[in-house]
């Protein structure tokens, strides 16, 4: 199965910001929507924010909204982006990259409902 890559994360100062790539151009079915999902040591893996395939529709968890901007350059969403700023401690966090092939915007936050995932990048925020 192909796999979204991600890219962008590394070690940043609190306060910083990184930007996340994830590219699923090899994938040969366009996705309903692509996600990024985030696990921290010792926790389950938690939704963070998702766009639709047309890119109007945006969702974000409470812990990041406001902070975090996710956008896609192509209606395929075969490329998205997390803009992450005003990093904080706690977003510190492995961040994988995610496709829906079929979901509703109800579901769209839950990790069950998607079909492919990336490997995922590193994002270590130091105090």
Known sequence: QVQPVESG??????GGSLRLSC????????????SWFRQAPGK???FVSAVDSTGRYLYYSDSVKGRFTISTVNT???LIYLQMNAL???????YYCAGTLKTTRADIRKELNYDFWGQGTQVTVSS
């Open 9 to 14: 994360g590394g070690l940043v100062q609190a």
């Open 23 to 34: 590219s699923a151009s090899e994938h040969p079915a366009a996705p309903y929507a692509m």
């Open 44 to 46: 389950s893996r938690e």
């Open 76 to 78: 395929k969403n075969s």
């Open 88 to 94: 904080k401690p706690e977003d510190t966090a492995v």
